[in-house]
């Protein structure tokens, strides 16, 4: 559970850093990295690509992260 943590809040601050420069905090970043794992993975599931281990838990979530903020961003 801990790791899970960890991986969504570095994913979230991954993705803040590819679109707009800066992390948001802990908690934005780890509510951001919690979605975009679910959407990463159900992204990564439809093209058919499959990840393991926690390097690949963190791509799924940073991947899912930077999609939802290029979502957000657009419909701003």
């Known amino acids: ?13 991954i993705a803040f850093k590819f679109t707009s420069g800066s992390g948001k905090g ?5 509510i951001l990295g919690i979605i975009g794992g679910s ?6 599931s439809f093209l058919g690509i499959t990840t393991t281990g926690r390097i690949g838990e963190l ?16 419909l701003k």
């Open 1 to 13: 559970m801990i790791t899970g943590i960890i991986i969504g809040i570095l994913a979230g601050f």
């Open 26 to 30: 802990c908690l934005v970043n780890l």
């Open 39 to 44: 959407v990463g993975g159900w992204v990564f």
């Open 59 to 74: 791509v799924t979530a940073t991947v899912g992260a930077v999609l939802v903020l290029w979502v957000w961003n657009k």
